[in-house]
């Protein structure tokens, strides 16, 4: 007995040059998986690591099939996506930009009908807690207020990143040495 195949997808199909008697015209569309949370702990060597991300998937692509006829063939299940976020974590994630890219190159390489997407990342930083005057080699506490922010868009074979941190707060005390100092008033 030979393994089942999977169906062939539908032929990419346009909504505005079919369009329903009712005038109703299918637009540009995306859909996705939202907030995976994926916390990594690395422990390959005595003093192990941690990364925490919140993770998004949209893809974007002809899914009018899907919309038009019912046929989900050319619908990449979001349980799937959040999998797919789980999976590449297990490899190691390294900077949420990169660990963005990685996303969106393998959803757009692997799938034709998918021709791009946004996937959006938010890090929450933690910090070694302090034992007996020493940074503990695996206990950890949340860091600061600050959430670093990666934003990467695909459309095509273009790929944009966008990257920030959201909640970070500075100061800085005028003192000895402040005055004439590029982007720094000083009073009298």
Known sequence: MTAPTAPEPPA?????SDPPESGIVLGANQYGKAEVRVVKLTRDTERHEI??????????GDFTAAHVDGDTRCVVATDTQK??????????????E???????????????WVTGGRWEAE????????AHGAAHDHAFVRGGQEVRT?????????RHV?????????????????RGSPGIATRR
């Open 12 to 16: 990419p199909r346009s909504a505005a």
């Open 51 to 60: 990364d925490d991300l919140c993770v998004t998937s949209q893809l974007r």
């Open 83 to 96: 999998n797919t976020i789980f999976a590449f974590a297990r490899d190691g994630i390294g900077s949420p």
């Open 98 to 112: 990169a660990f963005l890219l990685r996303l969106a190159d393998h959803f757009t390489g692997s799938f034709d």
């Open 123 to 130: 890090s929450t930083a933690w910090q070694r807690i302090e």
């Open 150 to 158: 990666a934003v990467v868009v695909a459309d095509g074979g273009a």
């Open 162 to 178: 966008i990257a920030g941190l959201r909640g970070s707060r500075c100061s800085r005390a005028p003192g000895r040495g402040s």
